[in-house]
Structure formats: C-alpha cells, structure tokens
C-alpha cells in the first residue's frame, strides 16, 4: 500500500504511513536551510541540493516539489 503527502501541489509517494512525518521533517529541514541561507558543510545552495538530490527517495521529491531541481 502506498500513500501520498501532497507539497505544492505534487504528490510525494510514500512507501509506508511512517514515510509521512519523514517527508514532513526533510520539509522543515530544507525550508530551515533556505530562509536562514545555511548551506553548512556545502560551500553553496547548488552543491547542497546537488548531494542532497543524489540521496533520492523522499529528499529528492521534495527537492523537485519545491522546485529546487
């Protein structure tokens, strides 16, 4: 069974029920890192998402639903 956690308008597939508060945490953590414009331990915002995107799963689908690639 898969669910779904819907972010500006796209739907993030989740494996499991628990993927949810997952998906919810990298969400808080990403928008943390953009509004304080931390990319620590990356020297810039590209480099971050670049790592960040190659992890896949979950990240890499809130990366694509905030637009950041």
């Known amino acids: 069974m898969t669910d779904t956690f819907e ?3 796209q739907q993030i597939l989740l ?3 628990s993927d949810r508060v997952v998906a919810e945490r990298v969400v808080r ?3 943390r890192r953009l509004d304080e414009d931390d990319w620590r331990p990356y020297t810039c915002k590209a ?3 670049q790592a960040w995107f190659r992890l896949g799963g ?3 689908q809130v990366l694509e639903a905030l637009n950041l690639i």
């Open 47 to 49: 480099d971050a998402v």
């Open 29 to 31: 953590h990403i928008q």
């Open 15 to 17: 494996k499991v029920s």
């Open 58 to 60: 979950i990240r890499a």
């Open 7 to 9: 972010l500006n308008g």
